[in-house]
T-cell receptor, first 112, second 115 residues
Framework: RKEVEQDPGPFNVPEGATVAFNCTYS??????FFWYRQDCRKEPKLLMS???SGNEDGRFTAQLNRASQYISLLIRDSKLSDSATYLC?????????????FGTGTRLLVSP | EAGVAQSPRYKIIEKRQSVAFWCNPI?????LYWYQQILGQGPKLLIQ????????DSQLPKDRFSAERLKGVDSTLKIQPAKLEDSAVYLC?????????????FGPGTRLTVL
């Protein structure tokens, strides 16, 4: 089983649509979780951290279910500029250390 | 503020040749990471430095890969000899410290093609 699993997509959606990405992770001891965004041929950039209580940043909502070892990202009112690959990332380092494990990424294509 | 700098941006070599990549992290960042990203996959951590010491190199293929950060600032990653499967983007990242809560900032990467 992969340490971090994602559906690779691509997800093709029209502008204005709502789209959800899911991710599962293998290490139940993991403490911190993130979504990164990677544009084509560019470096990954932090989109948002994921907290147990769930968190929202504008049109983006991230949720964590520790019992199911499941992370999600919801994008509302999709924009053309949201087209990118979304990487689910889990910190699997020992307490106090950071060892990020990346999923393969889910590709999103938003069309007019 | 200047970001993470990497060079070269692109490199094409033949198998069994050697290659080196250079990274200059964000000023003041103590922790430096090298990742390998193969096409269609997420980045995979190769090695992590805290200042000039190695924190984690468990996924570095040490028979052919080496890395150093002698003065605790910039870093070099070397492959010798290269194999076809080393074709990938090599990403350098840095963070202020290595602990949780310290965001990693990535450089633009070096795209390596091994023929």
């Amino acid at each position: 089983r992969k340490e971090v699993e994602q559906d690779p997509g691509p997800f093709n959606v029209p502008e204005g649509a709502t789209v959800a990405f899911n991710c599962t992770y293998s290490n139940s001891a993991s403490q911190s979780f993130f979504w990164y965004r990677q544009d084509c041929r560019k470096e990954p950039k932090l989109l948002m951290s994921v907290y147990s209580s769930g968190n929202e940043d504008g049109r983006f909502t991230a949720q964590l279910n520790r019992a199911s070892q499941y992370i999600s990202l919801l994008i509302r009112d999709s924009k053309l500029s949201d087209s990118a690959t979304y990487l689910c990332v889990v910190n699997m380092g020992e307490t106090g250390f950071q060892k990020l494990v990346f999923g393969t990424g889910t590709r999103l294509l938003v069309s007019p | 503020e200047a970001g993470v700098a990497q060079s070269p941006r692109y490199k094409i070599i033949e198998k069994r040749q050697s290659v080196a990549f250079w990274c200059n992290p964000i000023s003041g960042h103590a922790t430096l990471y090298w990742y390998q990203q193969i096409l269609g996959q997420g980045p995979k951590l190769l090695i992590q430095f805290q200042n000039n010491g190695v924190v984690d190199d468990s996924q570095l293929p040490k028979d052919r890969f080496s890395a150093e950060r002698l003065k605790g600032v910039d870093s070099t990653l070397k492959i010798q000899p290269a194999k076809l499967e080393d074709s990938a983007v090599y990403l350098c990242a840095s963070s202020f410290l290595g602990g949780e809560g310290n965001e990693q900032f990535f450089g633009p990467g070096t795209r390596l093609t091994v023929l």
